[in-house]
T-cell receptor
Framework: GNSVTQMEGPVTLSEEAFLTINCTYTATGYPSLFWYVQYPGEGLQLLLKATKADDKGSNKGFEATYRKETTSFHLEKGSVQVSDSAVYFCALSDRKGFQKLVFGTGTRLLVSP | DVKVTQSSRYLVKRTGEKVFLECVQDMDHENMFWYRQDPGLGLRLIYFSYDVKMKEKGDIPEGYSVSREKKERFSLILESASTNQTSMYLC??????????????FGSGTQLSVL
């Protein structure tokens, strides 16, 4: 079946450091790929998405590129802020519809001043 | 602003109790979902509904049922709560149809403890 693998956390960085959170997937067909973010005490919210190979999703300085050849969708940000501290989830939706998402286990990011 | 509201932020129940978790969305969305979130396991789909009175099992439906009598409300029911159902429960909704790239809107979650 479909699955998503994320790097284990927590990832601890200083403010203005470069961020990479790795995500790889296993899926039949060509899924859409997503990054969701969960701030403390809140539900998840969509950060960015990509729907086909070589698409780049971007939002709030975060970027991720849909790499079909490596089945990856790594999240990057050039300069993190304390306010980026959160849990980040990689997810895919299979082509059978209804936006049923398969989530990774989540990666906690801690950014210190 | 769009809103998915879960009735309780924290809930404590006893083993064997019948538990209702309520979720309401104000966006006229067709699709609604219940996930549970556990450390190290991420989010797992319990049930979803794509229309009023319609429901489909997700990946872990055992021990749960759902009800969708009105479009805006989706209830998760634990018929006889057990300690292994202690978890964070997240409700989500999305626009209708079979599109696979629509975003999900999540509620803030209900942390359920079963003693």
């Amino acid at each position: 079946g479909n699955s998503v693998t994320q790097m284990e956390g927590p990832v601890t960085l200083s403010e203005e450091a470069f961020l990479t959170i790795n995500c790889t997937y296993t899926a039949t067909g060509y899924p859409s790929l997503f990054w969701y973010v969960q701030y403390p005490g809140e539900g998840l919210q969509l950060l960015l998405k990509a729907t086909k190979a070589d698409d780049k999703g971007s939002n709030k300085g975060f970027e991720a590129t849909y790499r079909k050849e490596t089945t990856s969708f790594h999240l990057e940000k050039g300069s993190v802020q304390v306010s980026d501290s959160a849990v980040y989830f990689c997810a895919l939706s299979d082509r059978k519809g209804f936006q049923k998402l398969v989530f990774g286990t989540g990666t906690r990011l801690l950014v210190s001043p | 602003d769009v809103k998915v509201t879960q009735s309780s932020r924290y809930l404590v129940k006893r083993t064997g109790e019948k538990v209702f978790l309520e979720c309401v969305q104000d966006m006229d969305h067709e699709n609604m979902f219940w996930y549970r979130q556990d450390p190290g396991l991420g989010l797992r789909l319990i049930y979803f509904s794509y229309d009023v009175k319609m429901k489909e099992k997700g990946d872990i439906p055992e021990g749960y049922s759902v009800s969708r009598e009105k479009k805006e409300r989706f209830s998760l029911i634990l018929e006889s709560a057990s300690t292994n159902q202690t978890s964070m429960y997240l409700c989500a909704s999305s626009f209708g149809g079979a599109a696979t790239n629509e975003k999900l809107f999540f509620g803030s979650g209900t942390q359920l403890s079963v003693l």
